[in-house]
C-alpha cells in the first residue's frame, strides 16, 4: 500500500499514483484528499483512469489486476469518492462505519497497540505502527517487530505493517505476521518511484512466499526456517543464505568473479567489492558478461 | 614489395586509443561463428588487433552459459566493447559503463539502433550518448549511417573514429553507401572505419581504396564455409586496398588511352 502525503512527495501525486501501481503497489490511501484536493472526485477519476491505462499496457508494467483506493474522513466522502474509508485511530469503530457504508465497503484502520487491534473488529485491514523510526512520527517510541507481532497476533483481519519499512526490512516484518506493507516515503521520496515499488513488491512477494515455504515445512524440517535473502537476478527471483555476497552468489553458479560484471540497484559493484558486498531482500542485480558482438 | 605469407603488418599505427598502438587496418567481430573454434581460427588468420563483443545477462540457467572472453586470449587482441541491443542513448550509456567495469580499456563502439529492420543506427541517439561518454572518458567509435556532417560533429565531439555503414548490417550488400563514405573519409579528422555490409575481399578492397583507414566485418567471415580462409582473403583485401590507395589511382577517362606505343607499328603509313 502506498500512502500519499503532499509534503513528501517529488512528483504530483496523479503521477506518482500511477508509478507506484506500474511498479506493483495494489492499494493506495489518498490521504487527506478531501482536505488537500479542490476537486477529489475528479482526482479519483483521474487516477482510476491512468490506472486502467496501465493495466491496458501489459506486460509494461508490474500493475496488479485491481488497485484498491481509500480515502480518510467520513464515510460520506468515502461513498461519494466510491473508494475504501481508513478510519484513524481516534475516527469511529470499523463496525460503525460497516453500518454506514455496508458489507462491500473496505474498511481499514490505523492502530499502534494490542488494544486498538483489539477494537478493529469488523475492518478488513490494519495499518500497524509506526514499526521503525520514521519521519512521519518524529520522537515518538517504534512499536518495533515485537509490538508488530503482538498486534499482528491480536488483529481479527489482515495486519500491514507501516512506519520506517524499507525492502530490506520486507522480510522482518512479514516474519513478525504482516500480511503486507505501507510506505510513504519508500516510495515517494524514491528517485524512481516505479522502482522503488517494483523492489518493494518483489521484497513482499518473495518474503510472503519465504514465510508460506516455512509454515508449510516448520513441522517437519525446523531448519527450515533459517534466514534467506531474496532478490532478482536477470528478471527471475533468486535467493541466497542472509549474508551472503555476490561473490558467493556468482560461486554458487560456479562463475569466477573475473567474468561477470555486476549492476546492482542501477549501480556498477566493482568487482573487488563482490566478496564484501551482502546482498540484501529486495536487490535487483543485472548481472552480464561478454559474448560474441559485431 | 615482398609478398610475405601473411600480409605485412604495416608500420605506421593507424589508431591510438589510451596510448596503445594499432596497425592492423581489419577490425573482427566475434559474433554468428558457428562454433568457438572457427571463431578462434579466423582471428588468428585476420591478423586483427582489435575485436568486438557484446554484452548480455548471464544466463544463469545454461550450464554452458560463458563468457567469450574465456575463449579469446585477451593479452594478444584488444577486446572492443560494443552497445549493440541498445536502441536509446540511455541504454548504451548504461552498457557501456558496464562494459567499463571489464576493465578492457574505457572504450566503446558506440550503437544506439532502435530500428530491428534495417539496424540502422539513431544519429541523434548516437550524438548524445557519445557527448556524455566522452565527458567521462571514455574513447568512443561510433558506429553511424553513412552521414558526412554527422561524422563531423561526432569527430568535434572527440571521437576516435567514425565507423560508417557500407550496407545493413549482415546484409553483405557492400558499399552501398560508397559516395557518402568518400565524403566522409575526405572531411575526415579522425580516423574513418567503414564497418557493416562488407560481403567480400573486393568490398574491403574498394572501400580501403578509397582511403579509409580500416575496414570492421564480422558476418562476412563468421558465416563463410571457411571463415579462416574468408579472414585470411578478407585480410588480403584490406592490405591491397590499402597498398592502391597508396600508390595513387589513375584517373578515369571517358576514352580509351593505349597501353602500347602508337608510334611505330608496323605497317603504319
Redesign the interface.
Known amino acids: 500500500m502506498l500512502v500519499t502525503d503532499a509534503a513528501r512527495a517529488r512528483l504530483p501525486l496523479p503521477d506518482l499514483v500511477t508509478e507506484a501501481v506500474a511498479g506493483g503497489v495494489d492499494a493506495v490511501y489518498l490521504r487527506d484528499i478531501a482536505l488537500s484536493a479542490a476537486a477529489p472526485a475528479a482526482v479519483v477519476a483521474d487516477l482510476r483512469e491512468r490506472i486502467g491505462a496501465l493495466r491496458d499496457e501489459g506486460t509494461a508494467c508490474r500493475a496488479p489486476t485491481t488497485c484498491r483506493l481509500v480515502v480518510n474522513g467520513d464515510p460520506e466522502t468515502a461513498r461519494a469518492l466510491a473508494t475504501g474509508l481508513h478510519l484513524r485511530d481516534a475516527d469511529m469503530s470499523p463496525e460503525e462505519a460497516r453500518s454506514l457504508l455496508g458489507p462491500d465497503a473496505i474498511i481499514g484502520k490505523s492502530v499502534h497497540d494490542v488494544a486498538g487491534a483489539t477494537r478493529a473488529a469488523g475492518a478488513d485491514y490494519l495499518l500497524a505502527g509506526h514499526v521503525f523510526p520514521s519521519r512521519s512520527k518524529p520522537g515518538l517510541p517504534p512499536a518495533g517487530l515485537p509490538g508488530l507481532a503482538a498486534i499482528a497476533a491480536a488483529a481479527p483481519c489482515p495486519v500491514l505493517a507501516i512506519g520506517g519499512i524499507t525492502a530490506a526490512r520486507v522480510a522482518d516484518v512479514v516474519r513478525a505476521g504482516a500480511q503486507g506493507i505501507a510506505v510513504i516515503g519508500a516510495i515517494a521520496e524514491a528517485d524512481d518511484p516505479r522502482a522503488a515499488a517494483a523492489q518493494l513488491r518483489t521484497a513482499l512477494d518473495a518474503a510472503l512466499q519465504t514465510q508460506k515455504e516455512s509454515g508449510m515445512n516448520d513441522a517437519s524440517s525446523p531448519t527450515h526456517a533459517e534466514a534467506a535473502v531474496a532478490f532478482v537476478v536477470n528478471g527471475k527471483p533468486a535467493t541466497m543464505p542472509e549474508g551472503a555476497t555476490i561473490h558467493d552468489f556468482l560461486a554458487s553458479k560456479k562463475m569466477t568473479d573475473a567474468m561477470a560484471i555486476v549492476e546492482r540497484n542501477g549501480a556498477i559493484v566493482p568487482r573487488a567489492e563482490y566478496g564484501s558486498t551482502a546482498l540484501q531482500t529486495g536487490d535487483q542485480l543485472e548481472v552480464v558478461h561478454a559474448v560474441g558482438g559485431g | 614489395m615482398s609478398l610475405a605469407p601473411h600480409h605485412p603488418t604495416p608500420p605506421t599505427p593507424w589508431l591510438t586509443v589510451h596510448g596503445r598502438e594499432f596497425r592492423s587496418r581489419l577490425m573482427l ?5 558457428r562454433t568457438r573454434e572457427e ?1 578462434l581460427a579466423a582471428l588468428d588468420a585476420s591478423g586483427a588487433e582489435i575485436v ?9 540457467d545454461d ?1 554452458a552459459s ?5 575463449d579469446i586470449d585477451t593479452s594478444r587482441f584488444a ?1 572492443l ?2 552497445t ?1 541491443g541498445c536502441t536509446t542513448a540511455e541504454e548504451a550509456i ?1 552498457i557501456a ?3 567499463d ?3 578492457l580499456g574505457r572504450w566503446v563502439k558506440l550503437e544506439v539502433i532502435p530500428d530491428a529492420k534495417y539496424l540502422l543506427p539513431d544519429p541523434i541517439g548516437t550524438l548524445e550518448a557519445a557527448r556524455v561518454l566522452i565527458d567521462e572518458g571514455f574513447a568512443v567509435l561510433p558506429y553511424i549511417g553513412a552521414d558526412p556532417p554527422l561524422a563531423r560533429r561526432l569527430a568535434e565531439l572527440g571521437s576516435v573514429t567514425v565507423m560508417p555503414l557500407g550496407s545493413p ?2 546484409s553483405g550488400q557492400g558499399l552501398v553507401n560508397l559516395e557518402a563514405i568518400r565524403i566522409i573519409i575526405e572531411q575526415a579528422t579522425v580516423p574513418v572505419v567503414v564497418d ?1 555490409g562488407i560481403g567480400a575481399p573486393s568490398d574491403a578492397a574498394l572501400a580501403m581504396e578509397q582511403g579509409a583507414d580500416a575496414c ?1 566485418v ?2 562476412a567471415v563468421a558465416l563463410a564455409r571457411n571463415p579462416a580462409l574468408m579472414a585470411e582473403a578478407i585480410a588480403a583485401g584490406v592490405d591491397a586496398g590499402r597498398n592502391a590507395f597508396l600508390a595513387g589511382r589513375i584517373p578515369r577517362l571517358a576514352y580509351a588511352s593505349a597501353s602500347s606505343p602508337l608510334a611505330g607499328v608496323v605497317g603504319a603509313a
Open positions: 567481430g566475434s559474433g554468428k561463428y571463431m568486438t563483443v557484446a554484452l548480455r545477462r548471464i544466463d544463469f550450464p560463458r563468457s567469450i572472453l574465456e577486446i566493447p560494443n549493440a548504461r559503463r558496464m562494459a567495469a571489464m576493465d548490417i549482415g557493416a570492421l564480422n558476418t
